[in-house]
């Protein structure tokens, strides 16, 4: 029987299948060739007891990609959230994940919940720092079920990696696309006699024929790794259609005095928030090659 990885804890895994979710253990040549199934994996698994619902997985299929960070198999796509206001949205911890999903290459689209809270001025610049950069970006409010059909259009028949930080109404977000994750995460928690109310692993919920949505634990940081202060460029999309302007091929848009990039912020086709952190980060990775 075929399935994916929902969950998994401490060496059990939750496989959804056709018949719901199985825990199962991975056979032992898995640790003896030194692979771990991971959240997303799509395996092939043996029922022991039905009526028990556990079983072993017996073999991974093959991946389409593997993410790191968050660790997660087979994924299409991210959304990342974050409030509009209430908390303020940290512009630096948002790229920080561009950047990291852009370095996995992940589509990602950005959605701000609690419109309700922002006027339209503040949407309208959230919009404009963002989608010249080329991302997708959507507006919504859980509170008052406004601009949600445009998120389940594009969830539709896709994988999607669902992050933010904590506090930007994530799970209330899951509650309204899947009324039952609650439930879900319920029956899970009391096998492993956890609480349910704070997301410490990563989870996978079905949400429709081939679409499902990926809980990550909220994050507060994110450290940028094995990317070199020369190679940070490469992760802002928007830069690239200014550099042929630069004077030098290896220019970092940082001192330079004839460049693209930077004659694109001052004239505003660049967003300078956007601008100011690619400064911040190339100088904190700088710091860390010194060190």
Known sequence: MQGKIVKGIAGFYYVHTSIGIVECKAKGSFRKDKIKPTVGDLVEIKVLDKELMVGNIEEILPRKNLLIRPAVANVDQ?????????PEPNFNLLDRFLIMMEKQHVPTAICFNKTDLADEGRMQ??????????????????????GLKNICDMLQCKTTVLAGPSGVGKSSLINYLK??????TGAIS???????HTTRHSEFFSIGEDTYILDTPGFSSIYLEDIKPEELKEYFPEFTKYETDCRFHSCVHVGEKECGVKDAVNQGKISSSRYENYLILYQELKDKKRY
């Open 190 to 196: 009391q096998k492993i006699k956890r609480g349910k």
């Open 125 to 146: 610049q959230l919009k404009k720092a963002y989608e010249t950069c080329g991302y997708p970006v959507y507006f919504i409010s859980v509170h008052k079920q406004d």
């Open 179 to 184: 009324p039952e994750a609650n439930m879900e």
């Open 78 to 86: 991210a959304l990342v959230i974050f409030a509009s206001l209430d």
